[in-house]
């Protein structure tokens, strides 16, 4: 019985030849459920907050147009960073 047990064994060493084994990595990707993936951005700040009456009387249209631009690029960037706040809720 213990021959039976040697017996693999002798024959894979008298053979010699030699065992090629290959790696491969492999990437899974597993999904995971998580939580709000961070706190809600601060909201933006209306242009009548921002400047009085005579302020902006006292602007040109120009710079109105400016500022109106910049509060339009503001609300675009914060509705951005809210769905990216709250996506994964």
């Known amino acids: 019985?213990?021959?039976?047990?040697?017996i693999p064994f002798v024959l894979l060493a008298a053979c010699?030849?030699?065992v090629v084994t290959k790696e491969t990595?492999?990437?899974v990707s597993v999904p995971v459920v998580?939580?709000?993936?961070?706190?809600?951005p601060e909201a933006v700040n209306p242009i009548s907050?921002?400047?009085t009456a005579e302020?902006?009387?006292s602007?040109?249209?120009?710079?109105?147009?400016?500022?109106?631009?910049a509060q339009a690029l503001a609300r675009l960037n914060y509705s951005a960073a809210l769905e990216a706040a709250t996506g994964a809720c």
């Open 16 to 18: 010699g030849s030699r």
């Open 1 to 6: 019985m213990r021959g039976l047990l040697i």
């Open 25 to 27: 990595i492999k990437t």
């Open 55 to 57: 302020q902006w009387e």
């Open 59 to 69: 602007l040109s249209h120009k710079q109105r147009a400016e500022i109106v631009a």
């Open 34 to 40: 998580q939580k709000c993936a961070s706190e809600r």
């Open 49 to 51: 907050s921002t400047f």
